[in-house]
């Protein structure tokens, strides 16, 4: 104790590495963390820095073998942070928490242990029946990233897919009219003496007012379409008053449509009650060499001509003389960013998880993290993921007693 204006301070003379240990909570949490199967996939829940931020507070991680060489991690970086490296998926999925980036597949599941938990998107265009049912079988409870909330009913986990996806969709855009990439040759922007490139973004959300920040920093003319008003406002008293914008008036719609040389498609369709889709007329009025990127099309796509693709559909497609960019998880063509995204997300979420000392606990103590739960203890309880697969939901409070 240290005498300090006639008050103590505790722990003044214990030692900084004593008091370390005395910090590190008493309930470890065990987290496996397995390469992701699906081809093209890179991204990872947690980077290097993260993994040493949880295991220095006693936490145990185990990473199997090659999980981030996608973002140019190898194993020594994450055997350095702490992580116990595993050569096969069998002893990375026996930890009780399992984080994951795309939805689990089947064969993942029969390697998890009964009762534990699964992290990870809740993309429903990937998401089998049969893992999902296998879940129920199991007991597993699952937590999906984009149903996950702040204190201000924000998700962030959507908002920051959505502002990376947004920047590189203007990226993409502009490497798709160039003539190196078989585009009609067209510099996205402009220059004195020639017309600006037309945007057309349908969504004013965060994918859409980040693409239009991005396109006039660029010095193309950009339109906004959306059906939400506030939104409309918000975009334009962020980006000013040079931003044209509106909502889905017909005739204002197709005038921009036949005049556009980029679209993009920009709406939120995760438990939403409205579903807006462009028609495929509209398509069929662009200019030939013109783009349409589909931002949303792991929730369904945007535009007719896009959301009723399959597996063994092309990602990149010409229709009505209109190339059409519709590949999924835009936000892996920079997944070491993203994962760095991920990382400042979740390692409060973990720790205030040891914290909490079991994710039941968490659950009831946390609404932000209470809402991305989809399967408590084999049971679904969001109405949002078990419509997918025709099933019926009940309350989680029902259960959170009982279990």
Excluded: W
């Amino acid at each position: 104790m240290e005498a300090t204006g006639g008050k103590q301070v505790q722990g003044a003379y214990i030692p900084q590495e004593l008091l370390k240990e005395l910090n590190k909570v008493s309930n470890r949490l065990l987290i496996g963390i397995p390469r992701e199967r699906k081809e093209g996939e890179k991204r990872l829940v947690l980077t290097p820095e993260a993994v040493d931020m949880l295991t220095d507070r006693g936490h145990h991680v185990l990473v199997e073998s090659g999980a981030g060489l996608g973002i140019n991690y190898s194993d020594n970086h994450y055997s350095e942070a702490g992580a116990q490296i595993v050569a096969t998926p069998a002893e990375v999925f026996q930890a009780d928490i399992i984080l994951k980036i795309l939805p689990p597949l089947p064969e993942e599941i029969l390697l998890m242990k009964p009762r534990s938990t699964i992290f990870s998107m809740v993309q429903l265009n990937l998401f089998a029946a049969e893992a999902f049912e296998l879940m129920m079988a199991k007991r597993i409870t699952a937590i999906a990233y984009e149903l996950m909330s702040d204190d201000q009913k924000r998700c962030p986990v959507l908002n920051i897919i959505s502002e990376i996806e947004g920047t590189a969709s203007i990226t993409i855009a502009s490497e798709l009219l160039s003539n190196t990439q078989g585009g009609k040759g067209i510099l996205l922007g402009g220059i004195p003496g020639v017309s600006p490139t037309e945007v057309v973004i349908v969504g004013a959300g965060n994918a859409g007012t980040v693409a239009a920040r991005a396109a006039l920093a660029l010095g193309a003319s950009v339109k906004v379409f959306d059906d939400d008003i506030n939104k409309l406002r918000t975009i334009q008293q962020v980006l000013g008053q040079g931003l044209f914008t509106s909502n889905f008036h017909p005739n204002v719609l197709h005038n921009a449509f036949r005049t556009a040389d980029v679209v993009i498609g920009a709406m939120r369709y995760i438990n939403t009650r409205y579903r807006y889709v462009i028609a495929e007329e509209l398509i069929r009025t662009m200019k030939r060499g013109s783009l349409v990127i589909d931002l949303r099309i792991s929730q369904g796509g945007c535009f007719e001509t896009t959301c009723c693709l399959g597996k063994a559909d092309p990602t990149v497609f010409e229709q009505y003389g209109v190339l059409h960019y519709c590949k999924p998880n835009i936000s892996n063509r920079v997944a070491r960013t993203t994962s760095m995204a991920f990382s400042n997300i979740f390692v409060p979420v973990f720790l205030s998880l040891g914290d909490a000392g079991s994710v039941q606990n968490m659950i009831k103590t946390d609404d932000g993290f209470r809402s991305g739960v989809y399967m408590y203890c084999g049971k679904p309880v969001s109405s949002y993921v078990s419509n997918h697969f025709n099933l019926s939901s009940n309350n989680l409070d029902l259960y959170l007693s009982a279990f």
